[in-house]
């Protein structure tokens, strides 16, 4: 049996009031360990930890010295690596050929892409003429924030974790994170590697727990923390963001989408089917930037349908160790009701089902993990639940289209706005679209393509604020302006 202990100070640690939960495999509900929940003393104890860091070795570091010693980070996690794929799909149940390409190798890199950025951008600076005949020069500083509270979901443990952790580090602040309570491995395993290579104490530390009443409230209500940076639902942020107010701390908001793919009748239909079913069905439809509405063009649209209905029923499901397994369970029996409750809704409102829309047959073994079919929608109205809130499960709707001005229309009626998708040969239209489409990122002829030097963040219901290359400097670092009167 393994304990998922917290990491405060460089040591891992039960809790006061000894207060544990479940960690369960969700591909066959067995469990896989105990995790510490921390309270507000352990809570406390990471954020004093966490302070107290920033005045010692590490608040003394050059930045040069920082990015050596998260270059070795990630140089450790890549070293470490099938222990921590292995750790992630356990929590997560999600194929071993999905977590090998995406989730750990970005997990390290995600150490090292900030530090470039870091290391080679300027600030501004101005030399202004005084009415003494003289002139001052100004120039821009950037100093750490100092305690970032960094709260993760489970869709993508490591690598959304490490996207916060790597830019805070580097920016010489200190962090305190809480990972979801569904994936508790990998942050852990973290903290080892850090006291690995040699990362002051108190620098990373991780606190196990829920959201409201526990870890999470505690943490980002604690009046140490200088700001939080939170990736999660959108209602989740909003409570967060009441949270922060206290003390005007800032915030980073990356949250939910409903996001639309659009495919043209001059797409070239085998990427579109390609990139179509990557965004509706990889890690099971649990990514927030995954496609749940498909609008295509008319004179295409019953052969889409029918070419991604053969794409879904191709999908090979089961263990993650598996080899040819592209598909596994959703991430806990809890997220697998909440889904099965769309399927079941979207027949009420009158969709009809091109494929899946249940639970599949896994044989014994499996029978009690979160196990879900792909599913494919069509007919639903506009304004049918199903196609207005978030599901984040392996599904999406087809409806047809036959204007451009009409479907942007269409994939702009949403209160979300995190991604889009668009299919097209037409380049001067892939960027009339895009552009017009309210959104943080678009992809054209491509989905979750990453260069981590780029802005990535949500527009309306989707987030606030922007990170990536140069942009997460605006968050994670205190500009300020020196004045030096010549
Ligand atoms: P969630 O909001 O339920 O939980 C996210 C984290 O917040 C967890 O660690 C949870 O314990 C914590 N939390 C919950 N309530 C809290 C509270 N009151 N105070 C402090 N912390 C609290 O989200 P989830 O179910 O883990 O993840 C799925 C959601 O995340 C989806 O909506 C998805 O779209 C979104 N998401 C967004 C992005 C993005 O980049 N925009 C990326 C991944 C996931
Ligand atoms: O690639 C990233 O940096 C990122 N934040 C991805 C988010 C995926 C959401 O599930």
């Known amino acids: 049996m393994q304990e998922f202990k917290n990491f405060i100070n460089g040591q891992f640690v039960t809790t006061e009031r000894g207060q544990t939960f479940e960690n369960r495999n969700p591909v066959d509900n067995s469990l896989i360990g105990l995790v510490h929940e921390a309270g507000r003393a352990e809570v406390d104890a990471a954020v004093q930890a966490a302070r107290a860091a920033m005045q010692g070795p590490w608040g003394k570091m050059t930045q040069q010295q920082r990015i050596a010693l998260l270059d070795k980070v ?25 977590a090998s390409h995406i989730d750990i190798p970005r997990g390290a890199a995600n150490f090292k892409a900030f530090s470039e950025t870091l290391a080679n951008h300027p600030t501004e600076a101005f030399k202004l003429d005084t009415p003494d005949g003289a002139s001052a020069l100004n120039y821009g500083h950037r100093t750490p924030k100092g305690v970032i509270a960094v709260i993760s979901p489970w869709n993508l443990p490591l690598l959304l974790m490490t996207w916060k952790v790597g830019p805070a580090l580097a920016c010489g602040n200190t962090v305190v994170v809480k990972p979801s309570e569904e994936t508790p491995a990998t942050a852990t395993l973290l903290g080892d590697v850090m006291n690995e290579c040699g990362v002051p104490e108190g620098v990373y530390n991780v606190v196990h727990g829920f959201g409201p009443d526990s870890a999470g409230a505690f943490l980002t209500e604690h009046k140490g923390v200088d700001a939080i940076t939170f990736t999660g639902e959108t209602r989740t942020g909003e409570t967060i963001m009441r949270a922060a107010s206290v003390g005007l701390r800032n915030i980073s908001l990356e949250c939910g989408g409903k996001n639309p793919g659009i495919v043209f009748a001059d797409c070239d239909m085998d990427k579109a089917i390609e990139g179509t079913l990557r965004s509706a069905f990889v890690n099971c439809g649990q990514v927030c930037l995954g496609t749940e509405r498909v609008y295509v063009e008319r004179p295409i649209f019953e052969a889409f349908v029918q070419r991604l209905k053969a794409g879904a029923e191709k999908l090979k499901m089961g263990r993650p160790q598996d080899a040819d397994v592209d598909f596994g369970p959703l991430v806990s029996q809890e997220h697998k009701e909440k889904v099965l409750s769309y399927y079941r809704l979207a027949v009420e409102e009158g969709a009809q089902v091109i494929t899946g829309g249940g639970v599949p047959d896994m044989g014994a073994d499996l029978e009690a993990g979160a196990w879900v079919e792909p599913t494919i929608w069509t007919g639903l109205a506009d304004d049918a639940r199903v196609i207005r809130e978030e599901i984040f499960g392996p599904c999406c709707h087809i409806r047809p289209f036959d204007t451009e001005e009409e479907v942007i229309a ?35 002829n491509s989905w979750f393509l990453r260069d981590l030097r780029t802005a990535f963040g949500g527009a309306k219901q989707s987030g606030i604020g922007r990170e990536g290359g140069v942009h997460g400097l605006e968050f994670y670092t205190e500009l300020k302006n020196i004045c030096i009167k010549l």
């Open 74 to 98: 990630a140089n450790r996690i890549n070293e470490r690596f099938d222990e921590f794929l292995e750790a992630e799909c356990k929590d997560t149940g999600k194929p071993y050929k999905i």
């Open 410 to 444: 269409l994939a702009n009626d949403t209160d979300y706005g995190l991604s889009a998708a668009v299919w097209t040969e037409n380049s001067s239209r892939a960027s009339r679209v895009a552009e017009q489409l309210e959104v943080g990122i678009c992809w054209v």
